[in-house]
Nanobody, 123 residues
């Protein structure tokens, strides 16, 4: 059963914007902190953003802070990632993830994963 489905990836020029969406099953979304991760070719999957269950708190690594914004619509079981001022180094497959209870930056801590959406930023 597919629990998380990402969409919104694509090709964009450096400096541009994209908005990723992640539609979640009720089982995956309710009571879960939600996160976004990314994986570039030859690299490990890395934390990009997370949002608390209520949506009142968000967390980012320094590499995307000030450029990316995570949000969630608890009525629609959907989480978003607004990406602005994109750089070529943001090129990766972006994954949505859900974690019961509190958020984490640890890939291994998440319970549900989507299949990913490709984001390519050209220079």
């Amino acid at each position: 059963q597919v629990e998380l489905v990402e969409s919104g990836g694509g090709l964009v020029q450096a400096g541009g914007s994209l908005r990723l969406s992640c539609a979640a099953s009720r089982r995956a979304f309710i009571g879960s902190a939600m996160g976004w991760f990314r994986q570039a070719p030859g690299k490990e999957r890395e934390f990009v953003a997370a949002i608390s269950r209520s949506g009142s708190s968000a967390f980012y690594p320094d590499s995307v802070k000030g450029r990316f914004t995570i949000s969630r619509d608890n009525a629609e079981n959907t989480v978003y990632l607004q990406m602005d001022s994109l750089k070529p180094e943001d090129t990766a497959v972006y994954y949505c993830a859900a974690k019961k209870t509190g958020y984490s930056v640890d890939v291994g801590a998440y319970d549900y994963w989507g299949q990913g959406t490709q984001v390519t930023v050209s220079s």
